[in-house]
């Protein structure tokens, strides 16, 4: 059983930063993808904007390339979201999410919820203008 914990939210202003980290409670395995997912306010669905796998390799939503940077501290067991030019179309709870492959390939990072077989409690951000 893998455990998440995502801090790092708040409130800022438009064109400010985050960095928002998520903590796993065992080392991660060497076959994994992470992601990352919002979820608006009011709205049921969540929304991926970055992925990546244990190979490094990452994936972005069109809506965050270039503002979002995805990352991970393998020695701390620690994955981050560094958040720049954050706009109030940004505003949601953030979670993260964790698959875990046994064997076979390693997944290619996702932005699709399905594969995730762990997920964080999130945490808020607001962007105001």
Excluded at 67 to 91: A, C, G, K, W
């Amino acid at each position: 059983q893998v455990q998440l914990v995502e801090s790092g939210g708040g409130s800022v202003q438009a064109g400010g930063s985050l960095r928002l980290s998520c903590t796993a409670s065992l080392y991660t395995t060497p076959r994994y993808s992470m992601g990352w997912f919002r979820q608006a306010p009011g709205k049921k669905e969540r929304e991926g904007v970055a992925s990546l796998n244990s190979f490094g390799s990452t994936k972005y939503a069109e809506s965050v390339k270039g503002r979002f940077t995805i990352s991970h501290d393998n020695v701390n067991e620690v994955f981050y979201l560094q958040m720049d030019n954050l706009n109030p179309e940004d505003t949601g709870l953030y979670l993260c999410a964790y698959r875990r492959v046994t064997s076979g390939s390693v997944p290619s990072p996702s932005t699709v919820m399905d594969p995730y077989q762990y997920w964080g409690q999130g945490t808020q951000v607001t962007v105001s203008s």
